[in-house]
């Protein structure tokens, strides 16, 4: 998958590999496209990806906000998938307690 | 993986991430032989004989992310749990397709899981990839295409949240009204 630098859209990534979908995957992706319906959040792209070489951290969710470096959440439920939803992807503030790896 | 539908999902993504442009996914409930029978098929770009002799080993994977390949390995683990058995035929730039077999009531047969779900998302996050699901219990059969979906939704495209619910709920108003089995008659007597 290609990511571009600079693009004006925020972008969420789902690992949807094979250790992806056995965590947990399927839900989490469902919940964020329906947070995402609920609160107006039409222009966020969410895409999938496959294995990303962390399998005991999945379910991944990858957050890209237009300026900001990339945050990866891991273990991610759909109830956490929401909550990231409403404060990091809608409104801008990242949700450390749930943060598996951070750009530098 | 806890439910078919997972790892039905999870094939669908290879067959995806090997190009093709049609998924074709058939469950046949056959009540008479006990038998389940999942079928995944794809128009992608196939594997080679010598490729195709290892995909069901978990130490062998395409990627380069990690060393293992565990999708086709749990399948045949699943299958083989219930008397069932895996098959996959494969022609080079013609498409895979991946029959899974299972004892219909076996006590280890895992349930069906969330079907909508899995084609909600196969659907909705794939909107130029054309998908059938098609559900066949005896004489009795539910059919989604998303070349009709196309004709129904209008101008709504494929990759709207609202499909996802719209999908989820005509997958299980479908299953319900041809007797779709989620979990083995074995399980039902005991939940």
């Known amino acids: 998958m290609e990511l571009r630098i600079g693009e004006k859209t925020t972008k969420v990534v789902v690992g949807m590999g094979t250790c992806g979908i056995a965590a947990g995957a399927r839900p989490v992706m469902a919940a964020i496209k329906d947070e995402l319906a609920k609160q107006g959040g039409e222009k966020v792209t969410v895409v999938q990806s496959g294995c990303a070489g962390f399998c005991e951290q999945e379910p991944l969710v990858d957050v890209f906000r237009p300026g900001e470096k990339k945050v990866t959440y891991g273990k991610v439920s759909p109830d956490k998938a929401r909550k990231i939803v409403t404060e990091h992807i809608l409104g801008g503030r990242m949700l450390p307690e749930f943060v598996f790896a951070q750009e530098k | ?191």
């Open chain 2, 1 to 191: 993986m806890l439910e078919l539908s997972m790892h039905i999902l999870d094939i669908a993504q290879n067959s995806l991430a090997a190009g093709s442009t049609r998924v074709d996914i058939r469950i046949h409930e056959d009540l008479l032989d006990d038998l389940l029978t999942i079928e995944i098929q794809d128009n992608g770009w196939g594997i080679s004989e010598d490729v195709l002799t290892k995909v069901m080993d978990p130490f062998y994977t395409s990627r380069t992310t990690r060393g293992v390949g565990l999708g086709l390995s749990l399948l045949k683990e699943a299958t083989e749990l219930c008397q069932g058995h895996l098959q996959i035929r494969s022609v080079e730039g013609q498409g895979t397709v991946v029959i899974a077999r299972f004892r219909l009531d076996h006590f280890d047969r895992a349930p069906l899981g969330d079907m909508g779900e899995t084609m909600g998302i196969l659907i909705a996050g794939n909107p130029k990839v054309e998908f059938l699901y098609e559900h066949r219990v005896n004489d009795q059969t539910y059919i989604l295409e998303t070349w009709e979906m196309r004709k129904i939704l209008g101008a709504i495209d494929l990759d709207d949240p609202l499909v996802i619910d719209f999908v989820r709920q005509d997958i299980s108003l479908g299953l319900k009204v041809i007797g779709a089995a989620t979990f083995p008659k074995t399980m039902e007597v005991l939940r």
